[in-house]
């Protein structure tokens, strides 16, 4: 999240955007070694998808494991997507604040906050783009959705997964089928019954391709109707909501407690102004209904949020806050000199040039975290134009290799992270009871020594490579090593316009200019960012995905052509 993946700083959780750029052209006189110009540059994805239809349904663990590796594989095969570092999150918080939480996937728990005065300030990013949690695909959104709404699951202070709105669950022997019996007099905000019914409304809406969630695809583990909809019902009385999957799901009720499958109010998202050409209109404005434990009554955009206690949660005498204040800005300085003064009490944002200020404070906090923060291209880019397959991934792959990850680590993320040479991060499970990210007897990652796909340091052997690469797709360089005037790289680089992400991109220009490639920093406020993005307006661009739950088909699925958080726009 994506996900898919905040104007926040790097080091944060990020998630990712785009825009449009423009791609350098060859020279008419150098041919690339494949003269059919109008074959597609893109890489075929059919099998891809295949592959991954394939994993979900697969039921023996060690081959499902190896159908993982082969699909890691098939993706960094094209270079579009290029991994920097694996995430941790960093962020302040003032010692007399206590009662948040964390999860691995970056998701922030404040409903529970304590402070002395029973008020809590806080940034943890620039104006939303989405609150509607079906149609968020960011990590600040899933944070907001999180106060303000309530899953069948949620996880607690230790991470584990507890019951939310459900009571319990019962499986079935085969795996196959949950019921969970809801929990008594639950209701949303505004005083309206809330029972399975509405789960059974949300999730149907989640999967609905009317509803454009990005996050639709989590939806095909559980069995269709002929009709298209979700094998999932409710009760006569509303007091038992049942679900068929297509296949046992490790990680189901991981997804009963992701945002996405949160249910909503139907009677508030239907009666919306708009509603039938915006299924987010319900939620654009502060008022909306809630289930959760705490609302939004007032929404200064670009500038502020507040929310207050909902006195309908079912759980609602364990939230002690009269008041959220959220700050939303992505302007670091700002930012810290609020946290600084007192004004804010919570800051998930920190200034570059602050890290090594904080990072040795009581109020510095980092945590482990499932994720990776990278760059990517789009396929479709007319910079690859007249290039065969192999050319653009290896013009792909030249740039890729011209970056200098640890400069990016030690220098601008300056919070301990490790450089990435695997899309999949560190520390992930690999679903048959060991982490993904090793070699063993049944899987070795081609650069072996790296355990990945290359290895991460910048080395003058990479250099070379790059420029053997561009060779091959078409480039000339001069007898110094630079660019030829006559076949020149221009690209540009999209960002949002967070200080520590800006910071990143002007490295990776330093990097390619080594070798005579012209790359313009472009930069965008977060929710124009996010929506160049998945229009895919875009030649090379920041990204970051902080997994959903802990299995490496969180980060594999998000690709499929379907997906809306297949940024690289791989077959389409």
Same mark, same amino acid.
Not at 185 to 208: F, I, M
Not at 318 to 335: E, H, Q, R, Y
Not at 340 to 361: C, E, N, P, R, Y
């Given at each position: 999240m994506k996900k898919r993946v905040i104007a926040l700083m790097l080091a944060l959780t990020m998630v990712a955007g785009l825009t449009a750029c423009g791609g350098g052209k060859k020279s008419e006189t150098t041919e690339p070694k494949d003269t059919t110009t109008t074959e597609s540059s893109a890489p075929e994805w059919e099998s891809y998808d295949e592959k991954i239809a394939q994993i979900r349904l697969e039921t023996d663990l060690e081959k499902r494991e190896a159908l993982m590796h082969e699909a890691e594989d098939q993706l960094m095969d094209t270079w579009a997507v290029v991994p920097l570092y694996y995430y941790n999150d960093v962020y302040l918080q003032k010692t007399d604040v206590d009662g948040i939480y964390c999860n691995k996937f970056g998701f922030k728990y404040f409903g529970f906050a304590t402070t002395p005065t029973n008020e809590f300030s806080l940034q943890i990013a620039s104006e939303p783009d989405k609150l509607d949690p079906a149609l968020n695909s960011t990590v600040d959104g899933a944070c907001l959705a999180i106060l303000a709404f309530s899953g069948l699951y949620t996880y607690d202070a230790e991470g584990q997964l507890v019951p939310e709105l459900a009571e319990s669950y019962e499986m079935s022997e085969d795996a196959m089928t949950y019921t969970f019996k809801m929990r008594d007099g639950l209701k949303w905000s505004d005083g309206e019954t809330l029972d399975a019914n509405d789960v059974v409304y949300s999730w149907n809406r989640l999967a609905d391709p009317n509803t454009a969630a990005d996050y639709s695809y989590?939806?095909?583990?559980?069995?269709?109707?002929?009709?298209?909809?979700?094998q999932v019902e409710a009760s006569e009385d509303g007091k038992e909501f049942t679900v068929h999957l297509v296949a046992p799901c490790a990680y189901f009720l991981d997804l009963?407690?992701?945002?996405?499958?949160y249910p909503v109010p139907q009677h508030a998202v239907e009666a919306a102004e708009g509603a039938d050409t915006n299924p987010g209109a319900w939620a654009l404005e502060a008022g909306f209904v809630t289930s959760?434990?705490?609302?939004?009554?007032?929404?200064?955009?670009?500038?502020?949020?507040?929310?207050?206690?909902?006195?309908?949660?079912?759980?609602?005498?364990?939230v002690s806050l009269t008041k959220i204040n959220f700050m939303l800005s992505s302007d670091d300085t700002a930012i810290y000199n609020a946290f600084k003064d007192g004004s804010l009490q919570f800051s998930d944002t920190i200034a570059t040039d602050m890290m090594a200020t904080v990072k040795d404070t009581p109020e510095f906090h980092k945590i482990d975290t499932l994720g990776t923060y990278y760059c990517g291209f789009n396929v479709n880019s007319e910079l690859f134009d007249g290039m065969t397959v192999d050319q653009a991934a290896g013009m792909r792959k030249a740039l890729s290799l011209l970056i200098d990850r640890e400069y990016i680590v030690e220098a601008i993320a300056q919070a301990g992270q490790e450089p990435a040479n695997t899309f999949i991060p560190t520390g992930m499970a690999d679903g048959n009871g060991g982490e993904f990210r090793v070699n063993d007897d049944a899987y070795t990652y081609p650069d072996e020594e790296h355990v990945g796909y290359y290895n991460p340091q910048l080395t003058d052997e990479a250099v070379d490579e790059a420029r053997e690469l561009l060779k091959e797709a078409g480039f000339e360089f001069d007898d110094s090593g630079m660019l030829s005037e006559s076949t020149p790289i221009n690209l540009t680089y999209l960002t949002n316009d967070s200080e520590g992400n800006v910071?990143?991109?002007?490295? *990776?220009?330093?990097? +390619?200019? =080594? *070798?005579?490639?012209? +790359?313009? =920093?472009?930069?965008r406020e977060w929710s124009v960012f996010l929506n160049e993005r998945k229009e895919g307006k875009f030649d090379f661009c920041r990204e970051g995905w902080l997994a959903d739950y802990n299995d490496p088909i969180n980060?594999?699925?998000?690709?499929?052509t379907t997906s809306g958080n297949n940024d690289m726009q791989f077959g389409r």
């Amino acid at each position: 999240m994506k996900k898919r993946v905040i104007a926040l700083m790097l080091a944060l959780t990020m998630v990712a955007g785009l825009t449009a750029c423009g791609g350098g052209k060859k020279s008419e006189t150098t041919e690339p070694k494949d003269t059919t110009t109008t074959e597609s540059s893109a890489p075929e994805w059919e099998s891809y998808d295949e592959k991954i239809a394939q994993i979900r349904l697969e039921t023996d663990l060690e081959k499902r494991e190896a159908l993982m590796h082969e699909a890691e594989d098939q993706l960094m095969d094209t270079w579009a997507v290029v991994p920097l570092y694996y995430y941790n999150d960093v962020y302040l918080q003032k010692t007399d604040v206590d009662g948040i939480y964390c999860n691995k996937f970056g998701f922030k728990y404040f409903g529970f906050a304590t402070t002395p005065t029973n008020e809590f300030s806080l940034q943890i990013a620039s104006e939303p783009d989405k609150l509607d949690p079906a149609l968020n695909s960011t990590v600040d959104g899933a944070c907001l959705a999180i106060l303000a709404f309530s899953g069948l699951y949620t996880y607690d202070a230790e991470g584990q997964l507890v019951p939310e709105l459900a009571e319990s669950y019962e499986m079935s022997e085969d795996a196959m089928t949950y019921t969970f019996k809801m929990r008594d007099g639950l209701k949303w905000s505004d005083g309206e019954t809330l029972d399975a019914n509405d789960v059974v409304y949300s999730w149907n809406r989640l999967a609905d391709p009317n509803t454009a969630a990005d996050y639709s695809y989590l939806t095909t583990a559980i069995a269709t109707n002929d009709d298209g909809t979700l094998q999932v019902e409710a009760s006569e009385d509303g007091k038992e909501f049942t679900v068929h999957l297509v296949a046992p799901c490790a990680y189901f009720l991981d997804l009963c407690a992701f945002p996405a499958f949160y249910p909503v109010p139907q009677h508030a998202v239907e009666a919306a102004e708009g509603a039938d050409t915006n299924p987010g209109a319900w939620a654009l404005e502060a008022g909306f209904v809630t289930s959760g434990p705490m609302k939004l009554v007032e929404w200064k955009h670009n500038e502020s949020m507040t929310y207050v206690p909902n006195e309908n949660y079912w759980a609602a005498d364990k939230v002690s806050l009269t008041k959220i204040n959220f700050m939303l800005s992505s302007d670091d300085t700002a930012i810290y000199n609020a946290f600084k003064d007192g004004s804010l009490q919570f800051s998930d944002t920190i200034a570059t040039d602050m890290m090594a200020t904080v990072k040795d404070t009581p109020e510095f906090h980092k945590i482990d975290t499932l994720g990776t923060y990278y760059c990517g291209f789009n396929v479709n880019s007319e910079l690859f134009d007249g290039m065969t397959v192999d050319q653009a991934a290896g013009m792909r792959k030249a740039l890729s290799l011209l970056i200098d990850r640890e400069y990016i680590v030690e220098a601008i993320a300056q919070a301990g992270q490790e450089p990435a040479n695997t899309f999949i991060p560190t520390g992930m499970a690999d679903g048959n009871g060991g982490e993904f990210r090793v070699n063993d007897d049944a899987y070795t990652y081609p650069d072996e020594e790296h355990v990945g796909y290359y290895n991460p340091q910048l080395t003058d052997e990479a250099v070379d490579e790059a420029r053997e690469l561009l060779k091959e797709a078409g480039f000339e360089f001069d007898d110094s090593g630079m660019l030829s005037e006559s076949t020149p790289i221009n690209l540009t680089y999209l960002t949002n316009d967070s200080e520590g992400n800006v910071k990143i991109a002007e490295a *990776i220009q330093q990097d +390619l200019a =080594v *070798i005579g490639i012209n +790359l313009t =920093v472009e930069t965008r406020e977060w929710s124009v960012f996010l929506n160049e993005r998945k229009e895919g307006k875009f030649d090379f661009c920041r990204e970051g995905w902080l997994a959903d739950y802990n299995d490496p088909i969180n980060m594999l699925e998000m690709w499929e052509t379907t997906s809306g958080n297949n940024d690289m726009q791989f077959g389409r």
